[in-house]
């Protein structure tokens, strides 16, 4: 992602960003949507079991069974997460504890969900799944969320940095949007909670996180003595986005702006501020979460396509986002992000090798703006 655009679409400085980004992280912590997920996952490890034990062997599509172990594991990681965080207890988020684990065997599936080499190659899917196999990739994907890995620890080694630098990794539509399939947009209540203050808890890159919560990067400038600014009196300036940082990591850097010497993004040391600190579920008790599954108000995601919109041929740029169906090959269908290149097709012959067709495409069904 382009950092510098998503930080003047979405400004960090604007109250209503501050407001969403706020609300998100909450959101993304709570233990409301990480029992959604672990509710929808079991739904889909029971959709892959049974798959695999009753779908004919005569039928080309085979679900793995080898899958089966890592698909449970993460079912009974969510059940230890959730038995931790009911009680407020949040290292669960910490390296290879019980949520960390989850999210990291999750990529693992999904990555080697459908390994057949007319849709797959070298851990990447190639062209839509066949419709068996796409219904359990719908079903595994109901479980996954855009920043689900918001509390992650951020290991204190290597080059790593803040998963969020700029709020349109939470914010932009376009961050839901993958080569294959869609998430959900949040749907924000109606009045979004002011941001809290900053609190007087700072510190810096590389310090360890001393409370659980949500933290904001800043610069701190000490006043000088013919400043505006009182003698010994601080401000600071935000420099990017919030993030949820929990207890005993250490605190992460950031990445900075692109460094046209170098050729890459510097990455630099910050300030964190806490603005709010997390002691939900300490009590024992579940607050009504209901908001962060708001539906939204009865529209489709989606609009007829645009008459005047032509077919494309693979190779071309795809002129409107939307769903996209081979011309002659209509069991072939792709979902396609505006401005991507239009992709070839994989079609067996008779002798049942794989050759590689270019194809002409077809919008069947055009995504709204701003979805």
């Known amino acids: 992602m382009n950092h510098g655009a998503a930080m003047k679409l979405f400004n960090m400085r604007d109250e209503t960003t501050r407001r969403q980004v706020f609300w998100l992280l909450k959101r993304l912590t709570s233990y409301s949507l990480w029992a959604k997920k672990r509710d929808d996952w079991e739904i889909f ?28 594991g993460i079912l009974s990681a969510y059940n230890k997460g959730l038995d931790e965080l009911r009680r407020g207890y949040r290292f669960v988020w910490r390296q290879d504890e019980a949520f960390d684990q989850a999210l990291t065997d999750y990529h693992v599936v999904a990555k080697y969900l459908y390994p057949d080499g007319d849709y797959w190659e070298r851990g990447i899917q190639e062209a839509p799944y066949p419709p068996k196999v796409e219904a359990l990739n719908l079903l595994m994907r109901r479980s996954e969320y855009v920043g689900e890995h918001a509390a992650c620890e951020v290991p204190a080694s290597g080059r ?80 990017g986005c919030f993030n949820y940082l929990v207890q005993g990591t250490r605190a992460p850097r950031m990445t900075g702006a692109f460094n046209e010497s170098s050729g890459h993004a510097e990455d630099i040391d910050v300030s964190w501020c806490l603005l709010w600190k997390d002691d939900r579920y300490t009590d024992g008790l579940i607050p009504d ?80 703006e701003g979805r």
């Not at 069974?65 to 449970?72: G, H, Q, S």
């Not at 399939?181 to 996180?209: C, I, W």
């Not at 209509?330 to 794989?354: C, F, N, T, Y």
């Open 289 to 368: 979460e209901s908001e962060y599954f708001l539906t939204a108000p009865e529209t489709t995601s989606y609009i007829e396509p645009d008459t005047v919109i032509p077919a494309v041929r693979t190779g071309e740029a795809c002129p409107a986002t939307g769903h996209w169906q081979a011309k002659g090959h209509p069991e072939h269908q792709v979902h396609v992000v505006k401005g991507a290149v239009m992709p070839d097709l994989v079609i067996k012959d008779w002798s049942d090798a794989g050759k590689v067709h270019y194809v002409e495409w077809t919008l069947l069904r055009q995504d709204k």
């Open 160 to 239: 790593a940095t803040a998963h969020f630098t700029a709020a349109g990794a939470l914010l932009n539509p376009k961050a839901y949007v993958f080569p294959f399939y869609q998430l959900s947009f949040p749907v924000f209540p109606e009045v979004l909670p002011a941001v809290p203050q900053p609190t007087n808890v700072v510190v810096r890159s590389g310090d360890t996180v001393p409370i659980d919560g949500i933290w904001e990067p800043v610069t701190i400038t000490r006043g000088k003595v013919l400043g505006l600014i009182p003698v010994g009196a601080t401000s600071s300036e935000n420099v």
């Open 45 to 72: 490890a029971r959709a892959y079991e049974n798959a695999v034990k009753t779908w004919p062997s005569s039928q080309p599509e085979q679900m793995l069974a080898d899958n089966l172990p890592r698909i449970y």
